[in-house]
């Protein structure tokens, strides 16, 4: 493939490298020119044009894409059609994701316009949840290379989605004098909880003097009705001849591993007992905050073996959150700063069902609802906004004049709401924690509205998504958290915020404020409604 500048007689068959406009008609990046195209571009004035050329032996983005994903070997994940030299991978039910590192990273080493990602080993995922994605980096690559690729991929099975199974799992509870009803109650909840989300069901539940024989007969009996048996000692495990795990053995069964280098969960204790798994549940699985314990029931549940070896290895990555309530306590860490958060505004769009006036332009008490956006932006709490523009951009730029604004133009504008997005972010400051993605149209939006999405989210740490409500359904504006920039990058066409929230796998948190959060004005109507007039 021959990248660069070349004479538009000579560019049929080119694929444009970036949009470009010919009288009323603009071709898109990436679009393969056709006779008629370069004689309408000929004729618009245009004599060089930035393309890609490709040769004999090349294969097209997509193709290329197309073919390396329909040569991999996998289980309950499907791919969907290739776009833009992109085929993302989806999990086609809920479990465990797994997948051969070794091969990921030989595909990856056979040459940099070729790239696949995936979730991290042994990630929990849901049905529908996105797992992996093929991205083909020019706009062609030559056959001999993806050959390469899918001849990697045909040696065996490059991940999968383990589903979850309906397994059956009873439940001790080990009692002290002293130990609250409550406490065991709230623990039963939330177990079948956790079980419930996974396919598992809680089946028995058995409360015993936290002793070696008691124990270890109820271990005996449950284990012979269900797919597996949780422990919940009334006091942790303090020693691996403990209750817990001298009661697995008590019962005929054997201790594969008592502690695990994750933390909440080190007190976990794993064992079999007449075929089956036994879970010695540590303290911290009474909370359904994410421990150790969560790790290893998941992999369980989908049929995922988990040896002594696994739960050594799961040190890296094993510090999951700090508990304030430890008898030794970690020494507290400084003071931190407020997290910064810029708004992206977004006022690109071309108001197409207005029927041509610019509903941004539109007056509201006088003033352009842009720009009265913008002060509302700037009133916030936020440490700087940034206005991406694009129609009619020098007469939006003129509304916003005096406006302490940082501008991002957007040439793509008319190619959909991703560009807009990455636009915005391109510009956010790299000491910022989140973005909040605010609408040009939203009149009933705040300072006070946009301030308290801000607080919500320093309250939560920074990373969760918060999004504005109304009446319990959800509106706009979002506050997305910056571990969700990268995948703004993978964004195509008419895709927003929305899709980064469903498939981000985050927490993500309502906040309620009115009926400004559901506003917005697309058509004439709901803008006079609003209050505004139309300007030509």
């Known amino acids: 493939m021959k990248f660069g ?11 444009l490298a970036h949009a470009t406009t010919a009288g009323e008609r603009r071709f898109r990046k990436a679009h393969r020119l056709s006779a008629a ?46 776009a833009t030299g992109r085929v993302n991978l989806y999990a086609r039910a809920a479990g465990i994701f797994t ?42 690559v030559a056959s001999s290379l993806v050959d390469a690729v899918t001849k990697i991929c045909g040696s065996g099975e490059i991940f999968a989605v383990n589903a979850y199974q309906p397994v059956r799992v009873g439940v001790i509870q080990t009692v002290l004098p002293g130990i609250k009803s409550s406490v065991l109650d709230k623990t039963l909840r939330v177990t079948e909880a956790r079980l419930a989300r996974s396919g598992g069901r809680l ?69 079999t007992l007449a075929g089956k798994r036994v879970i010695g549940a540590p303290g911290c699985a009474r909370s359904p905050k994410e421990n150790g314990f969560d790790w290893v029931l998941d992999r369980l549940i989908a049929g995922l073996d988990v040896t002594a070896k696994d739960i050594a290895g799961m040190g890296v990555g094993g510090l999951l959150m700090e508990i304030p309530t430890r008898p030794q306590p970690r020494e507290p860490l400084p003071a931190k700063a407020p997290l910064n958060v810029d708004i992206v505004l977004l006022a ?12 941004l332009m539109a007056l509201f008490d006088g003033k352009p609802l842009v720009r009265r956006t913008a002060e509302r932006a700037l009133g916030s709490k936020a440490s700087g906004t940034i206005i991406v523009t694009g129609h009619q951009h020098e007469r939006v730029r003129a509304a916003l004049a005096g406006l302490e604004l ?15 997005l990455k636009a915005g972010i391109a510009h956010v400051g790299g000491d910022v924690a989140g973005a909040m993605i605010v609408l040009g149209d939203m009149p009933g939006v705040s300072s006070a509205d946009l301030d308290r999405l801000i607080d919500a989210f320093r309250k939560a ?37 929305r899709h980064l929230v469903e498939a981000g796998g ?29 300007q030509d």
């Open 203 to 271: 089946t028995t539940e058995r409360r015993t003097p936290h002793e070696i024989e008691p124990v270890a007969a109820a271990a005996a009996s449950l284990a012979a009705d269900n797919d597996m048996v949780v422990i919940f000692g009334a006091s942790a495990m303090s020693d691996f001849k403990d209750v817990v795990p001298a009661a697995i053995e008590k019962a005929g069964g054997t201790v594969i591993r008592a502690g695990m280098p994750v933390d909440p969960g080190n007190l976990l204790v794993l064992g």
């Open 348 to 359: 690109a769009g071309r108001s197409s069902r207005m029927g041509g006036p610019n509903k």
């Open 5 to 15: 500048p070349i004479p538009i007689e000579a560019a049929e068959g080119a694929v």
């Open 37 to 82: 195209d370069v004689a309408l571009l000929k004729a618009s004035g245009v004599s060089r044009i930035v393309a890609a050329v490709l040769g004999v032996d090349d294969l097209g983005e997509d193709a290329a894409a197309q073919k390396i994903a329909e040569s991999m070997v996998h289980r309950n994940v499907e791919a969907n059609a290739a």
């Open 406 to 420: 940082t501008f991002a133009d957007n040439p793509d504008f008319a190619e959909g709401l991703s560009t807009s």
């Open 99 to 140: 997948v051969n590192a070794a091969m990921i990273d030989a595909i990856n080493a056979v040459d940099a316009t070729i790239t696949i990602a995936t979730l991290a080993q042994h990630a929990p995922v849901e049905n529908g949840q996105m797992v992996a994605t093929v991205k083909i980096i020019p706009f062609a």
């Open 461 to 497: 740490g920074g990373n969760s998504v918060v999004r504005a409500s109304h009446d319990g359904r959800r509106g706009n504006p979002v506050l997305l958290p910056r571990s969700l920039f990268a995948a703004i990058a993978h964004l195509e066409g008419d895709t927003g915020a």
């Open 506 to 534: 985050l927490e993500v948190i309502d906040v309620e404020i009115g009926e400004g959060a559901s506003v917005d004005v697309d058509t004439r109507e709901a803008l006079e409604d609003a209050g505004g007039v139309l």
